[in-house]
């Protein structure tokens, strides 16, 4: 019986190697994965050192990159107005001046305001206080907690030492900024200074900036800053309204519950509102603490549902089609980036976290979508979406 001879086995054919990031062939034994992976592996570490170390130089030079950021914010309002007034046939340095001026005598309004009233309400806030402290501590004692004044006294100084450890990170970054009177003084003055030369040529800083770079990436780069200044204005100006709308609204609630200095808690909210999403809860419990010493629990808990309805009008509303269509961020982004910014810089770092989250993010999505690669229309010929014509 004759055998049938089989086929001859085709050879494996096994794929290529894969050649490191070095320019060398890997040994056989490791899996074409972990070649991926260590590839991968090493330049995400470069990109990550390389963030690492901007943010390093960022905080280092702080005194000189806040002032320049809050800067950038106030310009980012003033601009459109003072163009405004230009295309009005006003002229340029009387449209700058005005924008200003009137910028800097709101701002002085409003701290004067709650300067004031803090001055006149101080005393009875006080007495107020002691009084309510009195009183509970009274309550305390006469409770079935059988708690003593000693305990109650040493329950009050630990929850002060833990206030003051866990507010330490947040108030570090202030109080890195300008811990003297000189470094303050500096900041206010590279501000304004920064802002008036950006109003009066911002335009030309620009293309200063873009002629930095290569001639092959400057369009890139130049329409990735159009695109993240369009963002920062929008943010802007969208921040101010949302921030307008809770300090009206937990105002107005102080003012109907009966609750004194009314005006620096209007005030203290809508500073607060710059800060996304926990500005407003943290300058809310101000109000609600204010509602407690002088008019009791039941006025309290009446001003705190004011508060969360508050909030609640503005996470439901506000946040996802006025924010989020400005922003064009993530709610949960925007949490993380101001928990990010408080850890690194403090006040600073979450006031500043959700603008530069925002203007990456679009810049970024601006660089990757490709559309700076689409040659320029000549001059005289008009692109419409199927094809061009002469005009």
């Known amino acids: 019986m004759m055998r049938r001879s089989r086929p001859p086995r085709s050879p494996v054919e096994t794929p290529p190697p894969v050649a490191s ?3 060398a062939v890997p040994d056989p034994s490791v899996s ?15 990109v990550v050192g390389a963030v690492a170390v901007f943010v390093w130089l960022v905080i280092q030079l702080r005194i000189i990159v806040i002032p320049f950021m809050v800067a950038l914010l106030i310009s980012a309002l003033l601009v459109p107005f003072s163009s405004w007034l230009q295309r009005h046939r006003w ?11 009137g910028f800097l005598v709101i701002v002085a309004g409003l701290f004067y305001a709650v300067v004031v009233q803090i001055i006149d309400g101080a005393p009875e806030l006080r007495d107020r206080t002691i009084a309510s402290y009195a009183q509970l501590r009274d ?15 040493g329950y009050l100084r630990d929850a002060l030492a833990a206030l003051q450890q866990d507010s330490q990170p ?65 943010f802007v100006k969208v921040q101010i309204f949302v921030a307008f709308v809770d300090a009206v609204g937990i105002g107005l609630g102080a003012l109907f519950l009966g609750l004194p200095l009314v005006v620096p808690i209007a005030i203290a909210v809508f500073l607060g509102s710059f800060v996304p999403v926990v500005g ?28 969360i309805l508050v909030q609640q009008i ?19 982004a925007v949490v993380f980036a101001v928990a990010a910014g408080t850890l690194l810089a403090g006040i600073p770092g979450a006031l500043f976290a959700v603008p530069v989250v925002a203007v990456l993010n679009v810049m970024i999505t601006y660089v990757a979508r490709g559309a700076w690669r689409e040659p320029v229309p000549a001059a005289g010929v008009v692109v419409t979406e199927r094809h061009a014509t002469d005009v």
């Open 21 to 23: 990031a070095f320019g």
């Open 314 to 332: 503005e996470g439901h509303l506000l946040q996802p089609f006025v924010m989020g269509s400005a922003v064009k961020v993530h709610p949960l």
């Open 139 to 153: 309550l305390l004692l006469a409770s079935p907690l059988q708690l003593t004044e000693a305990q109650i006294n």
């Open 91 to 101: 002229p340029k340095w009387v449209a700058v001046v005005v924008s200003l001026v």
């Open 170 to 234: 947040l108030l570090q970054g202030a109080l890195s900024i300008g811990s003297t009177a000189g470094h303050i003084a500096a900041g206010l003055v590279l501000m304004l200074f920064a802002t008036i030369f950006i109003l009066v040529g911002g335009s030309d800083i620009w293309h200063w900036v873009v002629g930095l770079f290569p001639s092959k990436a400057r369009r890139a780069i130049d329409g990735a800053g159009s695109a993240g200044w369009l963002t920062l204005t929008n």
């Open 280 to 307: 407003a809860v943290a300058t809310g419990a101000v109000a609600v603490v204010i509602a407690l010493v002088y008019n009791g629990w039941v006025v309290a808990l009446l001003m705190l549902a004011v508060v």
């Open 32 to 46: 074409r994965g972990m070649v991926i992976a260590g590839a991968w592996s090493w330049r995400i570490l470069v």
